[in-house]
């Protein structure tokens, strides 16, 4: 069965120039390496072929090859959910305050849709640059627990999904600052504060 | 744990000072405070488990990768768990103070509710989580600080008999002599055939592991091979005592896990877990559920957790103390640090 392709397609050529810069480089060097260097080499070389590279999925990187933006050719997908013990619209009307919206900070936000109590769309500018957009959807939790908030978000890696996949590692990626957003929220809704350690005292000098 | 880190999950104090929403606590009383931070709103506190609250570990995103979800947060404690500044202090900050801190009655001294705050109810956990039921006997693994008042808390369930195992004397003694404990001495007998000659063959009712990740053994090769996997950085905890419990349980029986593990093992006996049809429960503790209730033990003299104190020392003593500790010197079971 063939893979599903998962490489951007600017990340495809990088991988080609990099397979073939290591298998130029081991053929010159000793057995063991060569054919350790020499493999990794033709792995991506492959990976560039089949467009697919089977660590994305274990890493959670979704590219999405259509994206509902003119001018992005392709966008890398962050889905996150959060359940908030409080009523759709009390949900709803916090996530309105556009600061409240995942990685609002990195530029201006304009609303792109609002169906109230359902579902809230943006995108985020700087400077006339798409920084990335995304949605929120609403709705109730069953068994009367609350909204679940699913949060949608997509943009245009730095350094293609290689860069995606050194933020996922290092876990300063756009899917652990739209949870940590999520988390917020559900701190604030249901009691008023986010807690946090910052500022706190410790024994260092 | 980072250097310069502020130890001490099991603290209690007088309130000093407030934030505009807590209206249940006045300054200058005297509070055991728990140690899982826990906000009282979420789902989780508002079903009683309070040490999974949702809302109170600020490093959420870092558990969730290595646990798959976050539990709480707690004071002085691995950053996963957010880091807060713990107890070993003058000067401690308690967050959702509405919550957690209990008001201890001026008939008790320190000593006698100052383990509220973590180690009683997680003795009591345990025992609870044995779902004891008369006749039962209760094997309890590590006679540190929490394994006596899980013995006791057993005792207090109505459990017909507990055994108790350690290697050092001290524990044993304390455990024997002041709870009337069977024990078994793991340096010198083999567990497994001792537990089950003392059982009638049939194995402990319920098995407690008081021990957790940092467990040792004798004679034990699978305890060479944890050691081995851990130097290699294969491994990240030493489940001798858990993988011992489940072998000796009778079938259809509870292991109640109340040691720390942090991560991953190795050897698990599922085989053993799954055709015997055994159940395991553990978590850190839900102090918030059983302070009021334990409090009520100790009022009507039914349990007087001081018992276990060995050493009184001052706050600057602490690393003195906590060398003591690890090493066994001085027959030291729990010290209890004063500012």
Redo the contacts between chains.
Sequence with gaps: MPRKRNLMRADRLGYVVGGVALIVWALRRPGLLRAGVGGLGGWLLYQAYTGSNPMFKPLGIHVNPQPAQPHIAETLVVEEAVTIARPREEVYAFWQRSENLPLAAEGEVELTREAAGEELAWRTMRAEKLMHFGSLTLRDAPGRRGTIVMARLEYVPAGGSLGAVLARVTGRSPQRLVADCLRRARALLETGEAPTTTGQPAGRR | M?????LGHEFMGEVVELGA?VINLKRGERVVVPFP?A?????FC?KAMFSLC?????N???A??LWGYSPC?IYGYSHLL????GGQ?EYV?V??ADVGPLRVPDSLSDEQVLFLSDILPTGYMAAENCDIQPGDTIAVWGCGPVGQFAIASAQLLGADRVIAIDRFPERLRLAAMKLGAETIDYSEDNVLEALKELTGGRGPDACIDAVGMEAHAYHDIAYAYDRMKQAMLLESDRPVALREAIMACRSGGTISVAGVYGGLIDKFPAGALMNRSLTIRTGQTHVQRYMRLLLARIEKGEIDPSFIITHRMKLDEAPAAYRMFRDKQDDCIKVVLTP
Excluded: T
Aim: hydrophobic share 30%.
């Design positions: 980072v250097k310069g880190d502020i929403a931070i906000c009282g709103n979420c789902f508002q949702e809302n109170s570990n600020p959420a995103g870092m969730e990768k947060g957010g880091g807060y500044a202090a900050r967050p959702f």
